[in-house]
């Protein structure tokens, strides 16, 4: 049974572009949560979807971030116009269920020049 | 969100037991304590969790106190890969879905 799986794994953008990170949860799990790790902190809570739906975004900052979770396909978290202060870890979780233990994936590293 | 004291770093030997401790007085009864590593450029990995009685798996053992206010993980032989960050989180899903992440307790071992 595959883990958790993002992609890209590195990401290097130019301040200003767009940032589009993919998570596909573990079979049969149909809640995802992001997490951001910056650079010498903690993980801290962005946002959970179910799918289609976006149940609690309070992590998330109030421009330039969004999420999704289509019916098909991945997870996606997109930054609009990233600046520097992007620059983290961006981590994947999934559970089988709103209390279930959360699973990560290996993260996505973006690097904003 | 129940609040969580752990040491900043601890060090053992490899093969050796290590006890790791976390103070967590303010859980709630419906929070379950969960704990997690995060091993260097890697995600988080769940450890083990549990609500009252003791708990074993492959990785390791939860002992939690009687009264809930704190737990020990146990990892019963040190090995290199078991050098991370390790993190106790109350947690029960219940109105709020988000771990929360401490600063937890740096393990490093020693060949």
């Known amino acids: 049974n595959a883990g958790v799986m993002q992609n890209p794994r590195h990401l290097v953008r130019r301040r200003g572009q767009e940032a589009r990170l993919r998570c596909s949860p573990m079979k049969g799990h149909s809640h995802v949560y992001w997490y951001r790790q910056l650079p010498e902190e903690g993980l801290k809570f962005m946002v959970y979807?179910?799918?289609?739906?976006?149940?609690?975004e309070s992590g998330m900052p109030k421009e330039r971030f969004s999420a999704e979770f289509p019916k098909e396909g991945p997870s996606i978290l997109r930054i609009q116009q990233v600046v520097r202060g992007d620059s983290a870890a961006y981590f994947c979780a999934s559970s089988p269920d709103p209390v279930g233990t959360q699973y990560f994936g290996p993260g996505t590293r973006l690097t904003v020049l | 969100d129940a609040k969580t004291t752990q040491p900043n770093s601890m060090e053992s030997n490899e093969e050796e037991p290590v006890h790791l401790p976390c103070n967590h007085s303010t859980i709630s009864g419906t929070d379950y304590i969960h704990w997690y590593r995060q091993l260097p450029s890697q995600g988080p990995e769940y450890v083990i969790h549990g609500l009252t009685s003791n708990v074993n798996n492959r990785m390791a053992s939860l002992a939690i106190a009687e009264d809930r206010k704190s737990s020990t993980l146990i990892l019963h032989r040190a090995t290199l890969r078991d050098a991370a960050v390790y993190y106790c989180?109350?947690?029960?899903?219940?109105?709020?879905?988000?771990?929360?992440f401490g600063k937890g307790t740096k393990l490093s071992v020693i060949p």
């Open positions: 979807l179910q799918k289609e739906n976006i149940i609690d």
């Open positions: 989180i109350p947690y029960s899903g219940a109105g709020s879905y988000q771990l929360t």
